[in-house]
T-cell receptor, first 112, second 115 residues
Framework: QKEVEQDPGPLSVPEGAIVSLNCTYS??????FMWYRQYSRKGPELLMY????GNKEDGRFTAQVDKSSKYISLFIRDSQPSDSATYLC????????????FGGGTRVLVKP | EPEVTQTPSHQVTQMGQEVILRCVPI?????FYWYRQILGQKVEFLVS????????KSEIFDDQFSVERPDGSNFTLKIRSTKLEDSAMYFC?????????????FGAGSRLTVL
């Protein structure tokens, strides 16, 4: 079983729709959960950062973590064409200087 | 907004040659990292660096790889004898200490092509 699994997509939605992304993981030691956005041939850009289980909202973005199910989600409301990118989940077991384990990324296309 | 700067943006080299990839992390950050992404594959951790020493490294980071922070501002990744399978995008990242230590800021990447 892969340590972090993420549907590669592509996920195509009309502008204004809600985008729903998720990752599953197998390592119960993961406590820190992140979502990154990556445009083609660019570096990952942090969108959301959460610790342990729960929800976090930031503007149009909502991140959810369910440690009991080893499942994390990212929701993007009122999606825009500029949200078209690859979304990567990432996880870490420790707070500092520790490696992030990434999912393979989901490609999202928001059509005008 | 502070950013992580990487050079070169693209380097083409012959198999067996040495390559040095350079990074200027965000100035007040304490932790430094190299990741790589082979085309179409996951972003993979290579190494983390803190307090002038390696704090963690992956199985990929073998004796062919080394990192250095020679002057307090630059952070370099050296590949001693490149192989075809080293062709990838290499990302440098840095993070602050404390509760922000897991908040990594990535550079735009250096594309390495080994022929």
């Amino acid at each position: 079983q892969k340590e972090v699994e993420q549907d590669p997509g592509p996920l195509s939605v009309p502008e204004g729709a809600i985008v729903s992304l998720n990752c599953t993981y197998s390592n119960s030691a993961f406590q820190y959960f992140m979502w990154y956005r990556q445009y083609s041939r660019k570096g990952p850009e942090l969108l959301m950062y959460t610790y342990s289980s729960g929800n976090k909202e930031d503007g149009r973005f909502t991140a959810q973590v369910d440690k009991s199910s080893k499942y994390i989600s990212l929701f993007i409301r009122d999606s825009q064409p500029s949200d078209s990118a690859t979304y990567l989940c990432a996880m870490s077991a420790k707070a500092a200087g520790n490696k992030l384990t990434f999912g393979g990324g989901t490609r999202v296309l928001v059509k005008p | 907004e502070p950013e992580v700067t990487q050079t070169p943006s693209h380097q083409v080299t012959q198999m067996g040659q040495e390559v040095i990839l350079r990074c200027v992390p965000i100035s007040n950050h304490l932790y430094f990292y190299w990741y790589r992404q082979i085309l179409g594959q996951k972003v993979e951790f290579l190494v983390s660096f803190y307090n002038n020493e390696i704090s963690e490294k992956s199985e990929i980071f073998d004796d062919q790889f080394s990192v250095e922070r020679p002057d307090g501002s630059n952070f370099t990744l050296k590949i001693r004898s490149t192989k075809l399978e080293d062709s990838a995008m290499y990302f440098c990242a840095s993070s602050d200490g404390g509760i922000a230590a897991n908040v990594l800021t990535f550079g735009a990447g250096s594309r390495l092509t080994v022929l």
